[in-house]
Structure formats: C-alpha cells, structure tokens
C-alpha cells in the first residue's frame, strides 16, 4: 500500500454543499485501494476554513461502497463539500464525518471537505478508508494535520512628535513604540509607517510608507523605535505608524495605529542678533575651545526659544544640537522677552588648540517656538559622581555603552516638576561620560545662578 500528503493547490468547490461530476482519469494501479490525502493549510485562525481534499482508485477487484471518515479531534463545522461521485452520502457528527460513494472496479474520485473550528485547540484529522461488507479488512491511513492553537494579542502604538522645534530642511527624528499587551507572545510583528508631504526619510531613496520588521514579542514586551525624517516644507504635519501580525488575532484593534503631529516653521531671521562677546579660548577640563556669544531679541515680541546657526566653520561644533542644510546650529530652550539676551558657549573641536576666527556675520539667529518637554521617569544610569568645578560648573559622571544615545534631564526640585532636557543628548564614546552643565546652550542657566539644580540620565532606544 502507498500514501501520499501532498500541499492542495486547487480549490473544487462550486458552491455551498454541491455535489458535481468531474470526468477524471486515473492512471493503473497494483494496490486494492490507493488514496492521498491533502489540506489547504496546517496553520489557522479559528472560524477559517480548512480544506481537506481526498483522492482514491478502487482496484480492489470489487464493486463497493467506499467509506471514508474524518474523525476530529475537537468540534468541527462543515461549510462545504465536493466530489465527482454520484450517490455520495454525506453525514456529519460534532467531532466525525462520514463520506459513502460507491467506486466501481479500476476507477476513482475525490471528495474535498471545508470545516471550521471555533475552537483555538490543536485539531487533528484521522481519515480512514475502507471497503465493508466483504472480508477484506480493508485499509486505513491515518493523516495527521495540526491547526495551531490560535495567537491571541494585544498590539498598541505610540508615536512621539519631536521635543525641538522643527524648521525647514533641519534633519531631526520622532519614536514609534509597538507593545504587546497581552500574556502570550504576538509573532510576526510589523510597523509601517506613514509621512505626510514635506518630511522625507533621510536615506531620500527610501519609501515614505517603510516597513519595520518587528519580529517576535513576548507577552507585556514593547519596542522603541527612533526614525530620521527631514523637513522640507513647512506647516502642520502628522507622522503615524500602524502595527500587525502575520500569526494570531488581535483582541483591540483600536489601538493598533497612532500619530502624531507638530508643525514645521519657516526659518524667519531678524528678530534675534548673535555677537561674538569674548575670545576663543581653550578649556583645559574638555580640551575644547571655547567662545562665548552674546543672543540678544532685539524684537518687539517675544521669542519661544531660539537657534543660532554658525556658516563657514573650519572646525566642527561639539555642542550642535542639529543641523539645518547641513550647517550646525547650537538651540536655546527658554524664553527670550524683548530686548533679553543670553551668553552661549560654543564648543569647537580644534586638533592643535589654536583659536581661529568665527566672524559676526557667521552666525544666523532665529526664534523659533517652545520645546516640548516630556517629564522623565525615574533614571534608569545611576549617576556615579557629581564634583562642582572650579569654574563653579557642574560635571556628572555615568556608565555608559560606547555607540548608545544619553539625554539628561535637570530641574530645580527633586521630583522634577520643571523638567528640562539638556541640548544635545551625548553619544557615549567609551564605558565612562563626564559631562558639564557649564550653562547656555546646554542649560537654560548657569549652575551657579539656581538655588538648586537635581539630573536624571536617561538611555535613549
């Protein structure tokens, strides 16, 4: 005797329960009764259907009923059946059907059952062939097929706008976080996400519809995802993103998508002036050079926060918090009134420690609108050494992983409820970060002008 299970291609139904003839010719075979037993799928989802599809030669030198039975391991329901037979009775029961078709002597046909499970259970097809009423005992094939339980989860997402006001052609980011609130891992996590008109991924050969290969979360397990955008028309824009699975359901679709929307300014000069306000001078604690400029709102109204844009530098700025058009600008998180101004510390990076010259007209001042400023949760890096500086500056000390992201956050009380975030966050270059809070830009203050001033360190994704 042979066997055969095979992947179903073809589909044969012609409508619910029909009952239809196929001319169909089989080739010889030696055996008394040959069959193959094929299904669509093994794996499901409950209430979809599964085809099992039977095909038989009767060689047996006998004119029989052949009698054919699916034996279910759990409650099944039949929507649909096909076969060539005539005469061919079917009969079903909550865990078994049963086919009878007469087969004459050195022909065949088929049969093909659709069935459903309501259940989320491992469902397992026992089929058994055989010819009663003579003394042969006939021939059974058990074939098993599994339909895994059912994936039950629940997918949520988050997307965060941008904290720093965003203006035309900067290159920023926004976070998309995927979580699997359920007790059973979600497989097959995907993230697409969606930009509207004017902000472009920065690979500019990539879609504006990409699509994140998650993978696998486990139960109450979430992803944080950062993704690089630029901005290249101003106005109101929203970001989103949505998450599926290739396995399982999901028990609240409503929280599978989110967006997020900030607007994007045009970059408008003339409200603000910068003016160099002492000499490039080398700070032995860093081994950068420094320089400090006056930013003055020399404006009728006030300025939200403010940006200064350095042109036709020779070295690079250590304390950029972006770039617009490539050129590196440093960020003012605070309020200037009319007529207020503010000292910035520019850092540059310079091999021979030799000042060079930053002319007035190098710099571009603009007001820009307020930073959104997340409350920190309780730090995650324990900050390992705190020692006020001479300078009457304060350094910071941490562990750190060499390539990941830091931001810091400050505030004037212990329970931070005037959070700030500290401009730029710090790409950790060893195991170790020192950081100084030596004021504007950095800080919205000098240290040594507050009563008080409290850090978290937080990992960025």
Same mark, same amino acid.
């Given at each position: 005797? +042979?066997?055969?299970?095979?992947?179903?291609?073809?589909?044969?139904?012609?409508?619910? /329960?029909?009952?239809?003839?196929?001319?169909?010719?089989?080739?010889?075979?030696? *055996?008394?009764?040959?069959?193959?037993?094929?299904? !669509?799928?093994?794996?499901? /989802?409950?209430?979809?259907?599964?085809?099992?599809?039977?095909?038989?030669?009767?060689?047996?030198?006998?004119? @029989?009923?052949?009698?054919?039975?699916?034996?279910?391991?759990?409650?099944? =329901?039949?929507?649909?059946?096909?076969?060539?037979?005539?005469?061919?009775?079917?009969?079903?029961?909550?865990?078994?059907?049963?086919?009878?078709?007469?087969?004459?002597?050195? +022909?065949?046909?088929?049969?093909?059952?659709?069935?459903?499970?309501?259940?989320?259970?491992?469902?397992?097809?026992?089929?058994?062939?055989?010819?009663?009423?003579?003394?042969?005992?006939?021939? *059974?094939?058990?074939?098993?097929?599994?339909?895994?339980?059912?994936? &039950?989860?629940?997918?949520?997402?988050?997307?965060?706008?941008?904290?720093?006001?965003?203006?035309?052609?900067?290159?920023?980011?926004?976070? =998309?976080?995927?979580?699997?609130?359920?007790?059973?891992?979600?497989?097959? =996590? *995907?993230?697409?996400?969606?930009?509207?008109?004017?902000?472009?991924?920065?690979?500019?050969?990539?879609?504006?519809?990409?699509?994140?290969?998650?993978?696998?979360?486990?139960?109450?397990?979430?992803?944080?995802?950062?993704?690089?955008?630029?901005?290249?028309?101003?106005?109101?824009?929203?970001?989103?993103?949505?998450?599926?699975?290739?396995?399982?359901?999901?028990?609240?679709?409503?929280?599978?998508?989110?967006?997020?929307?900030?607007?994007?300014?045009?970059?408008?000069?003339?409200?603000?002036?910068?003016?160099?306000?002492?000499?490039?001078?080398?700070?032995? @604690?860093?081994?950068?050079?420094?320089?400090?400029?006056?930013?003055?709102?020399?404006?009728?109204?006030?300025?939200? !926060?403010?940006?200064?844009?350095?042109?036709?530098? $020779?070295?690079?700025?250590?304390?950029?918090?972006?770039?617009?058009?490539?050129?590196?600008?440093?960020?003012?998180?605070?309020? /200037?009134?009319?007529?207020?101004?503010?000292?910035?510390?520019? +850092?540059?990076?310079?091999?021979?420690?030799?000042?060079?010259?930053?002319?007035?007209?190098?710099?571009?001042?603009?007001?820009?609108?307020?930073?959104?400023?997340?409350?920190?949760?309780?730090?995650?890096?324990?900050?390992?050494?705190?020692? *006020?500086?001479?300078? $009457?500056?304060?350094?910071?000390?941490?562990?750190?992983?060499?390539?990941?992201?830091?931001?810091?956050?400050?505030?004037?009380?212990?329970?931070?409820?005037?959070?700030?975030?500290?401009?730029?966050?710090?790409?950790?270059?060893?195991?170790? =970060? $020192?950081? &100084?809070?030596?004021?504007?830009?950095?800080?919205?203050?000098?240290?040594?002008?507050?009563?008080?001033?409290?850090?978290?360190?937080?990992?960025?994704?």
């Amino acid at each position: 005797m +042979q066997s055969y299970i095979k992947a179903f291609t073809v589909l044969r139904f012609l409508g619910p /329960l029909a009952i239809f003839f196929i001319a169909t010719t089989f080739p010889a075979r030696a *055996q008394l009764l040959i069959f193959d037993a094929r299904v !669509s799928h093994t794996n499901t /989802l409950i209430n979809t259907p599964i085809l099992y599809s039977l095909d038989f030669t009767n060689n047996s030198g006998l004119v @029989q009923n052949v009698v054919i039975t699916n034996r279910f391991s759990a409650p099944i =329901v039949l929507t649909d059946f096909g076969t060539n037979l005539f005469n061919t009775v079917i009969s079903v029961e909550s865990n078994q059907i049963v086919a009878v078709a007469q087969v004459p002597l050195g +022909q065949g046909g088929f049969v093909d059952l659709q069935v459903t499970s309501t259940n989320a259970t491992v469902l397992t097809n026992f089929v058994t062939f055989s010819l009663p009423a003579t003394n042969f005992p006939g021939v *059974q094939l058990v074939t098993t097929f599994t339909n895994a339980p059912i994936v &039950i989860s629940d997918l949520a997402v988050t997307v965060t706008a941008p904290s720093a006001p965003v203006l035309v052609n900067d290159q920023f980011s926004y976070f =998309v976080t995927v979580t699997n609130r359920s007790g059973t891992a979600a497989t097959g =996590v *995907q993230l697409t996400n969606t930009l509207p008109a004017g902000i472009t991924f920065r690979n500019t050969s990539a879609a504006n519809q990409p699509i994140i290969n998650v993978g696998d979360l486990a139960a109450n397990a979430g992803r944080r995802f950062q993704l690089f955008v630029r901005a290249t028309s101003a106005g109101s824009k929203t970001v989103s993103a949505a998450a599926g699975m290739s396995g399982g359901s999901d028990t609240n679709a409503a929280n599978n998508a989110a967006s997020a929307t900030f607007t994007v300014d045009a970059l408008v000069t003339g409200q603000l002036i910068a003016t160099n306000a002492s000499d490039m001078v080398l700070n032995f @604690q860093n081994a950068l050079m420094e320089q400090t400029v006056r930013l003055v709102n020399i404006s009728s109204s006030n300025a939200a !926060s403010a940006r200064l844009i350095i042109n036709n530098l $020779q070295h690079p700025l250590r304390n950029a918090a972006g770039t617009n058009s490539g050129t590196p600008f440093v960020a003012y998180a605070a309020p /200037l009134a009319p007529g207020e101004g503010v000292n910035l510390v520019l +850092q540059y990076f310079v091999p021979a420690r030799v000042a060079f010259d930053v002319p007035n007209d190098s710099y571009v001042a603009v007001a820009t609108s307020t930073y959104n400023v997340n409350v920190p949760v309780p730090s995650a890096v324990t900050i390992t050494n705190i020692v *006020q500086l001479p300078s $009457q500056d304060v350094m910071i000390e941490f562990p750190a992983t060499p390539g990941r992201t830091y931001t810091i956050y400050y505030s004037s009380a212990m329970d931070f409820p005037d959070a700030r975030a500290a401009i730029p966050p710090i790409v950790a270059q060893t195991s170790k =970060v $020192q950081w &100084i809070d030596d004021g504007p830009p950095k800080t919205i203050s000098a240290v040594n002008s507050t009563t008080n001033r409290f850090y978290r360190v937080l990992l960025n994704p």
